[in-house]
């Protein structure tokens, strides 16, 4: 069994920067992928980015060369760095871990406010 824990939300100005952590428990943590997914208000969750568990990188288009995802298995964290923000990004971001064979893992979800 895993747990995700998000941190790091809150209230930004457009151009600024947040900088959001998941931390996992359980023991399977190096062999999930591992990724960030937001939702709006009224709309569906989309995925932001994922990391693999080879640690290969994927973003959505709308935040390439915004946003970094990074994971560390010694501390089973994986961290969304997220730079440049616009209101558009305003959204309950959520952390996802799944692999093949395995249940799909979801954190409760933090909230991110991009805001003048």
């Known amino acids: 069994q895993v747990q995700l824990a998000e941190s790091g939300g809150g209230l930004v100005q457009p151009g600024g920067s947040l900088r959001l952590s998941c931390a996992a428990s359980?023991?399977?943590?190096?062999?999930?992928?591992m990724g960030w997914y937001r939702q709006a208000p009224g709309k569906q969750r989309d995925l932001v980015a994922s990391?693999?568990?080879?640690?290969?990188?994927n973003y959505a288009d709308s935040v390439k060369g915004r946003f970094t995802i990074s994971r560390d298995f010694a501390k089973n964290t994986v961290t969304l760095q997220m730079n440049n923000l616009k209101p558009e990004d305003t959204a309950v971001y959520y952390c996802?871990?799944?692999?093949?064979?395995?249940?799909?893992?979801w954190g409760q979800g933090t909230q991110v406010t991009v805001s003048s």
């Open positions: 996802n871990g799944n692999r093949p064979g395995f249940p799909t893992y």
């Open positions: 359980g023991s399977i943590f190096s062999v999930l992928h």
């Open positions: 990391i693999s568990s080879g640690g290969r990188t």
